[in-house]
């Protein structure tokens, strides 16, 4: 089986998780920052992200690799508070901007297109203090830094994601403990879920009022698609999964990617009831106007899905605090045992269920264009990462299947092209095709061999599997 000619390949990472320079030239102290500092016992090694692998300096060596593996494009992020320190367009870091404009200016001088995110989890601290995600300004504040940056690299880039994974951002950012800025509070998730989705779509609107017809360019959101199966196929298992996708999926694609636009229905009305019972007098699921839904409508020019994993489903058999997210979903997740093991608890290889989920995204949606943004596996240190070949092959299998059936798929980003700081995991879970030294003065990177199998199958576009 092989690949198309025109389908492009690249590699991701993020600014927090490999920059490092975290109060270099001006920057603006981040949410991340923040939390790392603050916790450091949250971080499992220690590791956190104030050199990460010192991408600020080390960005040469990065355009090199990414030539070494012949990609056609590099997905990374633009730290807010690099360009923006305190978050407002009102004071813009020119030494900030100059880090981006050399690497987006080494990417084209060898061929290879940026794709940039505009926020990958890094708010800066200071409009954290205004409430963050949970304040409606947030989607203006967004607004002008998109703006900003869409002036700036319009003429270079052609390929932006405007925020990558708002369930991220949202139920585990505020939502619980997690991830920065650690709220914990169920009610601001769906705040920021709303405000999120919105900051999203008043890009998307400028980017295509102002920007779209000179330059060209294709701007999409990247969204956790994992796959959601029942664990048996009963009647209650299959209510289980409808809900999970409601919630884990529909959540955040329904607004943009279907037809009718808003939250997914079911998700309305579990929150809606469950609000009520717990005595609120609006829902905690915020409602979007008529101008909000048709602000959403149809916002992207692709879906970049991040895939890692399957999960199986099953109604909870425990009593989750309430109100909390857990309760509102009310399911439990497992994975099939028989599935190899990745060094993440969260993370086992289960190709199948990246065609199911594409499959899954065709019917609900329309057959929506996509680029695969991200996908990857974790591993121990070590340059024979066997595991994370079958794993790419496995994947990659499904991935052409899936294509054969009419999925429109025109690009694959592997996560990572490099190891990093895996947020609260440090450097414990290495993501990387490429290993970092973290011991190292200059955080050396060398290929592992998953680095020279995907070099090989950009190639020749093809996948050797034995089915
Ligand atoms: C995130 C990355 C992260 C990866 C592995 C993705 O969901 O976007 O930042 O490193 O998962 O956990």
């Known amino acids: 089986r092989k690949f198309p000619e025109n389908f492009l390949f690249g590699a991701a990472t993020s600014a927090y998780q490999v920059e490092g320079g975290w109060e270099d030239d001006g920057k603006g102290e981040s949410i991340w920052d923040r939390f790392a500092h603050k916790h450091p016992e949250a971080i499992v090694d220690g590791r956190n992200g104030d050199v990460a692998s010192d991408s600020y300096h080390n960005w040469r060596r990065d355009v090199e690799m990414l030539r070494e593996l012949g990609v056609d494009f590099y997905r990374f992020s633009i730290s807010w508070p690099r360009v923006l320190p305190n978050g407002f367009e009102n004071n813009i870091n020119e030494n900030g901007f100059k880090y981006y ?138 209510e289980a999964v409808e809900k999970a996708r409601a919630f884990q999926l529909g959540l955040y694609l329904d607004p943009i990617f279907s037809k009718e636009g808003n939250f997914p229905v079911l998700v309305r009305k579990i929150v809606d009831k469950k609000s009520q019972e717990q005595g609120y007098s609006t829902s905690r699921l915020p409602k979007l106007s008529f101008q909000e839904i048709q602000l959403l409508k149809g916002s992207a020019d ?45 993370l086992r290889s289960a190709p199948y269920g990246l065609y199911k989920a594409c499959i899954y995204l065709n019917l609900n949606y ?25 794993n790419l092959r496995g994947y990659f299998g ?11 798929v025109v690009g694959y980003t592997a996560w990572s092209l490099m190891d990093n700081v895996e947020w609260t995991a440090g450097t414990s879970e290495r993501f990387g095709l490429y290993e970092v030294d973290f011991e190292s003065e200059n955080k050396t990177r060398k290929a592992r061999l998953s680095a020279l199998v995907l070099k090989n199958i950009i190639e020749t576009r093809e996948v050797n599997l034995d089915w």
Request: negative net charge; hydrophobic residues 35%; aromatic residues 12%.
């Open 302 to 346: 692709f879906l970049g899905m991040n895939h890692y994993t399957t999960f199986l489903v099953k109604p909870s058999q425990q009593k989750y605090p309430s109100p909390s997210f857990e309760d509102d979903v009310g399911v439990e997740y497992s994975q099939g045992e028989q599935w190899t093991k990745a060094k993440s608890s969260w």
């Open 366 to 390: 329309d057959y929506p264009k996509i680029i695969i943004t991200e996908h990857g596996w974790s591993s121990d240190p070590g340059l024979r990462d066997s595991s994370r070949v079958d």
């Open 101 to 238: 404009d050399d690497l987006i200016d080494e990417l084209l001088k060898h061929s290879i297109q940026p794709m940039v995110t505009l926020y990958h989890f890094d708010l800066p601290q200071e409009l954290q203090d205004l409430g963050g995600w949970t304040n409606p300004l947030s989607v203006n504040w967004f607004e002008e830094y998109a703006r900003i940056v869409f002036k700036r690299y319009a003429e270079k880039v052609k390929f932006w994601i405007t925020i990558n994974q708002p369930n991220t951002i949202c139920v585990e950012g505020y939502g619980s403990k997690a991830m920065a800025p650690a709220i914990n509070s169920i009610d601001s998730a769906y705040e920021c879920v709303k405000n999120v989705m919105l900051a999203h779509a008043k890009a998307y609107d400028v980017y295509k009022k102002e920007f779209k017809k000179k330059h060209e360019g294709n701007v999409g959101i990247a969204i956790a698609v994992n796959w959601y199966d029942p664990i048996t196929n009963s009647t209650e298992n299959a």
């Open 398 to 408: 499904a991935l052409l299947l899936a294509m054969e059936d009419a999925t429109q």
